[in-house]
């Protein structure tokens, strides 16, 4: 992985994203610090960052496409999208919703899908892999072949366990100790 692009985002996400208070997260857990990854994957550099070192867990994984649950899966799925566009790198994206629309064509799972391909879930962050185990359990049920978990920052507070019982292990960019270490390290 690009230590440089690596360093870089590190220093964004942190600058940008990353809060010390305690907080309640999406799971129900409390935690001392919260990260808000969306703020980075809208700024046009970080964006850029997070594609090229996702991409590169993508491929090194044999993925074919790529999706994860909306919302906070859609930026980085286009992220890694235009990152295998510059690399002429052949890869599909899709997002997943809640429930399947009641209108159009109802479907759950929008975008490029196909059943068949090697895919990998993704999110920008996991904690306890709630949402994206919805994901997980939506493409597999539309034939996906799920390979890989991708995350940008696993926070160690159950998700890889949680993805292990669904038979993956996940990657992440970062885990959240690093972002804690290097929030203090910057202060």
């Known amino acids: 992985m690009n230590s440089d692009y690596r360093k870089e985002l590190l220093e964004t996400l942190i600058r940008e994203c990353y809060v010390e208070r305690e907080v309640t997260l999406a799971s ?6 919260y990260l808000d990854c969306r703020r980075a994957m ?22 074919e496409q790529i999706g994860g649950m909306a919302a906070a899966a859609i930026p980085v799925t286009d992220a890694i999208l235009a990152a295998a566009y510059r690399h002429n790198v052949t890869m599909r994206g899709f ?10 064509m109802g479907k759950q799972i ?25 994901a997980l359990k939506a493409v597999r049920e539309s034939g996906a072949i799920v390979i890989a978990a ?6 160690q ?4 366990e949680a993805f292990a019982r669904e038979g993956l292990s996940i990657q992440s960019v970062y885990k959240g100790q690093e972002l804690q270490r290097a929030a203090k390290e910057l202060a």
């Open 28 to 33: 129900g857990k409390k935690s001392n610090y």
């Open 42 to 63: 809208f700024l046009p550099r970080a964006a850029f960052l997070a594609g090229e070192l996702m991409l590169e867990m993508a491929v090194g994984a044999g993925v």
């Open 95 to 104: 997002f997943v919703r809640k429930e399947a629309k009641t209108h159009g």
């Open 110 to 134: 929008e975008g490029a899908f196909q059943s068949g391909l090697k895919t990998a879930v993704l999110d920008d962050t996991i904690t306890t892999g709630g949402s994206t185990i919805d």
């Open 150 to 155: 991708l995350f940008l920052v696993d926070r």
């Open 157 to 160: 507070e159950g998700g890889a």
